[in-house]
Structures are given as structure tokens and as C-alpha cells.
Nanobody, 124 residues
Framework: QVQLVESGGGLVQAGGSLRLSCAASGRTFSKYAMGWFRQGPGKEREFVAAISWSGGNTWYSDSVKGRFTIARDNAKNTVYLQMNSLKPEDTAVYYC?????????????????WGQGTQVAVSS
């Protein structure tokens, strides 16, 4: 069992930055690949970024590539999402998720555990 708690959301102006954190409970955090998803108003939950258990591989959606960076610190049981050059269309609830799989990490259904989400709002 893994419990995930996101933090770091808030209101920011377009062009600004935020760093989201996701703290995981348990001693097996390093066995899980981690992902970030988001759900905007009236939209489906969509993939944002993922990182392998070792941190050696990362994946990004086209919409955030070059602006967002995912990273993890296994010693702190934490995964991060650094978000730069934010746009109003990045407004959403951001969720972190954990997966024991090593492939298909851009797919929502491949994740085993989810956090409750943190709200990010970007004003124009």
C-alpha cells in the first residue's frame, strides 16, 4: 500500500513557475514508477509526466515538454514536478500516481495508487 500526498499548488500568473511535490508513505517507494496527471475543468484526466523507479527515464506530454521537469528523490520518498512558463491552459487539478509497471506509463490505467490532487490556477 502506498499513500500519496501532493502539495505546492496555487495561483500564479502566466509565465510564472510552481513546483509540485508528492510525498509517498511506505518503504517501497523506490520500486514504483511515478507519474503526474492533471484534470482541467470539464476535461478528462490527462497524462503530464512520468519517471522510472530509478529516475533514469522520463516521459512528457507534448503540451508540457520543454516547460515541465519531473524528478524524484528516493531518499525522501518524494517526486517533484517543476513547472515553468505556465500558461492559462495549464490550469487543472494535478495528481501524482504510483505504478509498479515499467511500460505504458503515459496511460492512466497503468497506475496503482493516486493522491488526492492539488489545484493549480494560472491567470492570464
Amino acid at each position: 500500500q502506498v499513500q500519496l500526498v501532493e502539495s505546492g499548488g496555487g495561483l500564479v500568473q502566466a509565465g510564472g513557475s510552481l513546483r509540485l511535490s508528492c510525498a509517498a508513505s511506505g518503504r517501497t517507494f523506490s520500486k514504483y514508477a511515478m507519474g503526474w496527471f492533471r484534470q482541467g475543468p470539464g476535461k478528462e484526466r490527462e497524462f503530464v509526466a512520468a519517471i522510472s523507479w530509478s529516475g533514469g527515464n522520463t516521459w512528457y506530454s507534448d503540451s508540457v515538454k520543454g516547460r515541465f521537469t519531473i524528478a524524484r528523490d528516493n531518499a525522501k520518498n518524494t517526486v517533484y514536478l517543476q513547472m515553468n512558463s505556465l500558461k492559462p491552459e495549464d490550469t487543472a487539478v494535478y495528481y501524482c500516481a504510483a505504478s509498479l509497471r515499467i511500460a505504458g506509463l503515459t496511460t492512466r490505467g497503468e497506475y496503482d495508487y493516486w493522491g488526492q490532487g492539488t489545484q493549480v490556477a494560472v491567470s492570464s
